[in-house]
């Protein structure tokens, strides 16, 4: 967290995620930012108007008063979630309001950009406690459209995945090289029980339900140290693994027979080759049997443990194998210690691979006892139900604590996670049938 009573720090950090959230969506035509696939998503026009009115909240709220925009448009359907800024729109309904359009959406965020850089340059902080509660607004801001950055590259893999054309594909203007992987054997690495303090241990900004640090107490366990592969989830698919009501939950069976699941999302089999393929932003290919299987739901994760004879970890685990070094008996904010991610260390958004990287890649990234992949690449589901930490406090109503029912945890970030987004501690969560999600899992015992 900034020390300094002035706003100015924040204006380039600002500016970036701003251009960072334009840069994802300019190679989109109109058509295509317009069209909600399915109900779990949004139109990409919607994120990037959603993420501007949250910022105009902030003015509002620092003004005192609405502001007098140029376009007087009516921007209550982007109130997704929010009960104390009046009506909100169902999420499936987003698809179906053609305003603002996209030209009046862009003209919107550069209006309110120029306002909210004005109000960081020129806000006059009037106390410790006002300074405290703007400063952890504007990175909530911040955090909040490097969230949905990752939401329109779910979004987009879904609407791009039903044209059989490689023409009609989200391209990415920005690739880097996929690093190459030295290949590593499977390991379970045990990890000694005992008391564990669980949550965030750094200075900087975190969100609220990473907090506060709590003691756990942990048997002792094994921990994979690597993701469970498309090469294993395929000997799962061939052993009957969707077939046998005895690995899934009730509620997954019941989505097994009514979905007709057979295989992870965006996976086909094409007989005549004898070959899993599916369509990603590398277009058709064949399935990589060496990277982390993804876009599995917590029920095809839990189901294929269950086969496996192992289990998910639960959420303290991971953290646990995440954070903590033996040698120093401290945790650290990442795997690998206190350094900021970098390419060296992890696959995020930043390192624009636009896919995961095989199991077992970035040595350097690899945690205290030996867990290839904890940040970046796919997220990792838990056995852990998403409930708020004992002595939980919310800094920003109905952002983190309303969503604390019927949800996973999942942890680590993925390939589209902004690197600055994530840390070891950061609790993400989705509901155990949802499979749009870059997510996968690793095993424990």
């Not at 970036?16 to 035509?29: A, G, H, Y």
């Not at 004879?309 to 303290?316: D, G, Q, S």
């Not at 109503?397 to 993925?414: C, F, H, M, P």
């Amino acid at each position: 967290m900034q020390t300094s009573a002035s706003l100015e720090g924040f204006v380039q950090e600002f500016v970036d995620v701003r251009n960072k959230t334009i840069e994802l969506f300019s190679p989109l035509d109109i058509e295509d930012a317009v069209i909600q696939s399915n109900e779990f998503g949004s139109p990409p026009n919607w994120h990037i108007a959603h993420v501007t009115w949250f910022f105009q909240k902030i003015l509002e709220k620092y003004y005192g008063h609405k502001l007098n925009l140029k376009d007087n448009f009516d921007l209550s359907y982007l109130n997704s979630y929010y009960q104390k800024y009046g009506s909100i729109l169902k999420k499936s309904e987003r698809g179906k309001y053609p305003r603002p359009t996209v030209i009046q959406t862009l003209k919107y965020r550069k209006e309110i950009e120029r306002h909210f850089i004005e109000f960081l340059k020129t806000y006059k902080i009037k106390s410790q406690n006002d300074e405290d509660n703007v400063f952890f607004d504007i990175l909530t801001a911040i955090n909040h459209e490097r969230q949905h950055q990752e939401l329109m590259i779910y979004d987009f893999q879904h609407y791009f995945n039903r044209f059989k054309s490689e023409s009609d594909n989200y391209l990415p203007r920005l690739k880097s090289q996929v690093p190459r992987s030295v290949s590593i054997e499977n390991e379970m690495i045990p990890i000694d029980g005992g008391i564990f303090e669980m949550g965030f241990t750094g200075h900087d900004f975190c969100y609220d339900n990473e907090l506060p640090l709590h003691k756990v107490y942990l048997d002792n366990y094994k921990i994979s140290n690597k993701l469970v592969t498309n090469g294993e989830f395929m000997e799962f698919i061939e052993s009957g693994g969707y077939d046998n009501y005895r690995y899934w939950l009730s509620d997954g069976w019941d989505l097994v027979i009514s979905e007709n699941w057979t295989s992870p999302l965006y996976w086909k089999f094409e007989k005549d080759k004898n070959r899993w393929i599916k369509k990603d932003f590398r277009g058709y290919h064949k399935i990589v049997e060496e990277e982390p299987v993804v876009n599995v739901s917590y029920f095809e994760a839990d189901a294929y443990c269950k086969w496996a004879k192992k289990r998910l970890p639960t959420e303290a685990e991971w953290e646990k194998a995440a954070t903590w070094d033996d040698h120093t008996g401290l945790k650290t904010i990442y795997p690998w210690g206190n350094e900021m991610i970098s390419s060296e260390h992890a696959n995020v958004l930043d390192s624009y691979t636009w896919q995961p990287t095989v199991a077992g890649s970035f040595s350097k990234g690899k945690s205290h006892c030996g867990c290839f992949q904890m940040i970046g690449d796919v997220w990792e589901w838990t056995s852990s139900e998403y409930i708020l930490f004992p002595g939980f406090r919310s800094r920003f109503e109905e952002y983190t604590d309303k969503w604390a029912i019927n949800q996973k945890v999942l942890r680590g970030g993925s390939f589209a996670t902004p690197g600055k987004q994530i840390r070891s501690s950061y609790r993400n969560y989705f509901k155990p049938h949802e499979r749009i999600l870059f997510a996968g899992f690793r095993c424990a015992l």
